[in-house]
Structures are given as C-alpha cells and as structure tokens.
C-alpha cells in the first residue's frame, strides 16, 4: 500500500469524527465489564451530546413492545431518568447481526433492510436470525450462523478444548451443545444430561464432555485425583447453572472471610460445601486407558473420601458428608425410587427458581454487556429481595429485580427455551436503544440501560468481520473431523488454528483476548497491543490487496463502478453503513487520485476504525 496516502486518509477520518483509529486503553475493561466501566467505554468510543438535547430526549418516548420494557421504562419513568432514541436502522442491524449470529451484514443486506417500510420488519429477522435453519446438503456437520455462534458461547464457557478431553472428546462435546441448540432442547434437560451422563469413553458419548472437562489430576499428572474433581464439578456446575462462585467456601468457611464479598456466602461452612459436593462422590472419571485424555465417566460405590489428600485447596477435615443440596438442605429420596445421586443433584438444581434466574441472566449479560446481577457468575442470595433488604451498606444486587424474576418466569413456563428469551430480550426496545445519547449523560443512568453499551468485539467476531469485510477467508481445518470452514466461530476450539501458515491469525486473536479454554477467559480490554495489531500486520495489509476478494471484485466488475459507489460499498461492508457527507467526498477524492491503491488505503483505514472494532 502507499503509505503516503493511508496517513492522510486515517488522520482526516479522525478529524472529522473525532475517533480514534485504535481500541481506546484509557478505560481498559476487564473479562467482565461492570455497567460503570462499559459507560465509560461507550462515552469513549461514541461521545457525548450536548446538554441542549436533553429535553428533547427526556420527552421522546419508544414503544413498550413486551414486558421487558414495561420495567425498563417504567423505572426510568418512575425516577425521572431520560433515555436514548432507537438505534437506526443500520445501527441495529450490525448489532443484532453480531449478537446473534457472530456476524457483521453484508452491503446488499444493509440496502435491503434499509429500504423496508414494514414496520415488523426489525421482529422479522429477529426470527429469521434465530431460526436456525440448516442446509441438510452440508453433511456432515449441517450448521448455520446462529448455531455456530452460540456453540461457540458455550464451548468458551464449559472449556471444551482438546488439549483436555482429547479432540475426538472435544468434537463430540462441540457436536452435543450444537444439536441441542439445533433442537432447542429444553436447558434444563441440557444441562441434566451433561451432570447425569455416563460413558465408558468421552470420546464416545457428547454429554459426558462436560464432567470428563472437570477432571483434576493427582500430583503425578496421570491418575485423577477424585476427591479434587468431585469439588471441581461442584463449583462448575454451580458457577455456570446457578450463577454462585463456591470456590472459596471450598477451601474455608465463609465466616471471617466473605464479609466484603457475599453476605450468603458468609453463612456457609466448608463441611456444608462437601456435602453439596457429595452427589458427585460416586462417580468415577479415569482414563480410559491410563494415559492421554479419553476418560471413562462411570458410577461405582466409591463416595467422598476426606482423608484423601488434595493437589489444589486447604486439606480436609473429617465431618459428615452425606449428600444434602446447599441452597435448600433437601437430601436424595429415600422411597426406594433408586434415584442415583447425580440425578438427585440435577433434579433439584435445575428446579431451584436460582437455575432459571442464573440462566437468563447470563443471556442477559451477553446480550446488554452486563447483566442484571452482575458479574453474572457472582450472584449474592441475600441480596436479592427488595422486600427483604440487606443490611446498610449493602444494596439490593439486581439492578432490575422484578426484571429478573419475571424473565425466569418466562423461561420456565416455555419450556425452558434458550432461543425464546434470546428472542424476548432483542426484540425489546431496550435493546434496541441506540448507543448514541443526545443530551447531558450521567454515569448514574448507566445502571437504568438507558443507552446501548458498546463492546469491542470478541476475538473470534473480529477475525471474522475482518474475512467478510475484505472477502478473503481461509480455510481452517477442523481437527479430527476432515472438515475446513471458512469462519473462527466455525472451529471448535482455538487449537483448529494450529500451523505455522496460520500464525499472523493466532497472534492477531491472541492480542484480542481469545480463550485458550484452559484457565483463562476471553477478555475485551482494550491494549496497545492491539492497535499494533491492526496498524502493521501482514495479515490486514494482505486482505486489502486490490487483486483480492472484494477489491478485485469491484474492480474486475463491468462496467466500473465509480469512485463514490466503491467508497459505498467500503463503508457498507465494513461499518454497516453509508459515509457521511464529508467521508464520501474525502473518501472519493482518494479515489480520484489513486483509484486502486486509494481504495487500498480506504479500506485499510476502515478496518481500523473505532467504529469497526465495536459492536
């Protein structure tokens, strides 16, 4: 590319819109962000108004399309808080695509729904969006966007990675969270299957995935130690079906040292955590063949054994640890029924009203940027109750309680159908608000969702916007499958980036925070070394080559298109869409220029963009 022609190109785009080229790192985010710290990051990235619009927007109401907003507004009603306008149409185009489907829209998208009068037609590719239709030709993995997407969610969130469970291990697992999505098999039979699975191999049997995942090795690193996985399982299953992190209390009592923490947490004991753990005490996890990570995942007679020592926590103490569920006390039937404790375990986890409230907040949080007990995986069971307060100073957790209660209530009467609460929130106007607020922000509205927060997009959602902004993909090959697909949110885990042709990808995702699934989580921080990233990888300047993809394109096209429809087609590709009066006209002066290598430049400074790197 001409250098000389990128500076100006970049420095002009900055001056007009007063963005930067480069993720913001003055308010770094951490792996979660609070509503605080993304209010900041959207202040950052998009601005504020002025205070002169602010009547203007405290008058200008939305339509209150489903229960949802009949709280989010109310309470902003109620304490007199103003609220962004709707996004526009393009803004939550690109928005609901990402959030949804892990992908930016396409231009002839972008037109299309732009030109469409029909009112319904925001609901209608929600729906479209969420229906997840397959191509039954596409054996043999049949798949689409959204069940990529979503698959992809879940396998960064149980960890499913190769390295842990073996590849074959991983794949089946990966093939589990997919058809289940696929089918839209109630969450809480989901969830069942994984706590109760048995198999002789993992690598036989997807469900078993998610407790052979959980295996903690003994000091040798061969055998597992069991009573270090029984407990791992615990915390697991709890941290991500009821959204409580027991950690602590597996090592300690919460007395004494959760007071500044977990107010419930502070009244439970470690002997009451082994006896929550201790509907896993009969299942066995070995390897299958004493080496590798294929597991066995098997019921036998063996039960908590106290005096076994541990590898990872405090050592433990003698008590009694027959079985008993932490949130309610309740004990397995004994009415001969030969329930098997695991199935106890799951019975009564996934009837707890928590299960419900913990799911739909998650999908709240990955929705809205936060959620409405946030972090999502922290919820304190004392500080729920707005008629039954927490003493000073503490406050009620929920941001919107009776919110929370009713989503559950929603999902639980349709069946538990992630898909259907997917739907209800993105179909909202409070998701739909835009990131934009024209009058006089306080931080103090953040916590009333009273404008979109943006997010820089996931590492995965970012490579991918990359390849279908530039039209150039590359094939990654799916360990142990035989397949290659063209999008990250396609692979199983990040280990299908492995390849010494592949290492401007992996140190491009890896700047941007991907998971390795191991102890790590995905982080959207922003850093420095990301704006390197994106400024001198080969990587971007291979993309916007104009003998490539979607330059070659227009200009291999007959007849050629002009200067001004290929700025179009730039914008529309990468930001969603069209340039704004002076954007077009600097944008098309380039051209003018240098025609090829002016787009070149123009399409290199647009995948920098602020505006591009943030949903």
Known sequence: MRMSVVFPVLLSARLLLGQSVAPPVNHPTPKRSTSAELDRLTTSVVGTGTAAGSKANQTKSVARKNYIDRYIFGKMEQDHIPHAPLSSDEEFLRRVS????????????????????????????????????????????????FLDRWTYFFGDLFKNAGAEIGVKGRNLFADYIHTALLLDIPYNQFVTEMLSASARSNWQYGPSGFLARNHADDADGLAINHEDTIEDIAIS??????????????????????EKINLWLTRRKRDE??????????????????????????????????????????????????????????????????????AAYARMLTADPQFARAAVNMIWAELMGVGIVDPPFEFDLDRQDPKNPPPAPWTIQPSHPELLDALAKDFVANNYSLRHIMRMIVKSSAYQLSSRFAGEWRPEYATYFARRFVRRLPAEQLYDAIAQATDVFIDFSVNGTGEKVKY?????????????????????????????????????????????????????????????????????????????????????????????????????GQLERYRESGAEDLLWSLLNKTEFLFN
């Open 98 to 145: 990402l959030d949804l489907i892990g992908r930016i829209p396409q231009p002839e998208q972008v037109r299309a729904f732009a030109a469409d009068r029909d009112p319904a037609k925001r609901d209608k590719l929600i729906d479209e969006l969420t229906d997840a239709k397959v191509d039954p030709a596409a054996i043999p993995h049949p798949s689409a966007p």
């Open 237 to 258: 299953s709890n941290r991500y079906f009821l959204g409580i992190n027991l950690e602590c209390i597996a090592c300690h009592d919460g007395a004494r040292h959760l």
């Open 273 to 342: 955590f082994w006896r929550h753990a201790s509907f896993f005490g009969g299942v066995r996890i070995y390897r299958a063949f004493g080496i590798g990570q294929e597991f066995a995942v098997k019921d036998d007679e063996h039960r908590f054994d106290l005096k076994h020592p541990s590898v990872k926590r405090v050592q433990r103490y003698r008590k009694d640890v027959s079985p008993a569920f932490l949130l309610t006390g309740e004990k397995p039937k004994e009415d001969g029924s030969r329930e098997g404790l695991r």
């Open 488 to 588: 990250m949110l396609q692979t199983r885990d990040p280990s299908d980036l492995g390849g010494k042709d592949l290492e401007d990808v992996r140190s491009l995702v890896s700047a941007f925070g991907q998971s390795n699934r191991d102890q790590g989580e995905k982080s959207l921080a922003g850093t420095m070394v990301q704006t390197s990233a994106l400024l001198n990888s080969n990587f971007i300047k291979d993309r916007v080559r104009a003998g490539k993809g979607r330059l070659a394109t227009l200009f291999k096209a007959d007849p050629p298109p002009t200067n001004e429809a290929v700025v179009d087609e730039l914008f529309l590709a990468t930001l969603g869409r069209l340039p704004a009066g002076k954007e077009k006209a600097l944008a098309s």
